[in-house]
């Protein structure tokens, strides 16, 4: 979601959750990352995140875990990526150009 600005009604929604339901929602997606399956993360955590926050709209909630684990991705890249990535970081990372 490069240059997009979430509406403020999407920005109060988010800024209403806890800490533990933003952990929750970006949790859920880590995990089925981890299975190795590339079909359904965001779902698992969409529905993670309507199980906590069952007022918001289905593209609300959409669009709210898309923010959620762009900014934990992110913040605690470390903690976001271990154990998903395989083979992270690839081999040419840190070298230099001549």
Do not use: K
């Not at 999407?10 to 995990?31: G, P, S």
């Not at 976001?80 to 230099?96: T, V």
């Amino acid at each position: 979601m490069t240059g997009h600005t979430p509406p403020p009604s999407l920005r109060a929604a988010i800024a209403r959750l806890d800490r533990d339901t933003l952990r929750a929602v970006a949790i859920a997606y880590r995990a089925r990352r981890q299975e190795g399956t590339s079909d359904g993360p965001a779902y698992e955590a969409v529905a993670e995140l309507h199980g906590r926050a069952p007022d918001l709209t289905d593209q609300a909630a959409r669009e709210a875990v898309s923010l959620i684990i762009g900014r934990a991705a992110s913040e605690a890249q470390a903690w976001f990526w271990r154990g998903i990535c395989h083979g992270w970081p690839p081999p040419w990372q840190g070298l230099r150009r001549h």
